[in-house]
């Protein structure tokens, strides 16, 4: 990419991302309040906003929970 071209970032809504991942909704509010999704900013309306670099980072997350790399944090609060 030159330096006249610019990068495209998509904007997703919660609704956008949840269809997106297959997270319902309050899963992903869970995971955005306990800062497991540690990037996502706030519209002129305070509703959560995504962009491409937040939908990899939750394809990260979890491809590393199904690997058992990562645990989710409801697990680690059971003990």
Known sequence: MNSKEKEINM???????????????DTLKFY???GLIPSVKRDSHNHRIFDDKDLNWIAGMRWMMEKKLLFPIFEQTKS
């Open 32 to 34: 955005c309040n306990e």
């Open 11 to 25: 904007i997703y809504t919660m609704k956008d991302v949840s269809r997106i991942t297959g997270l319902s909704y």
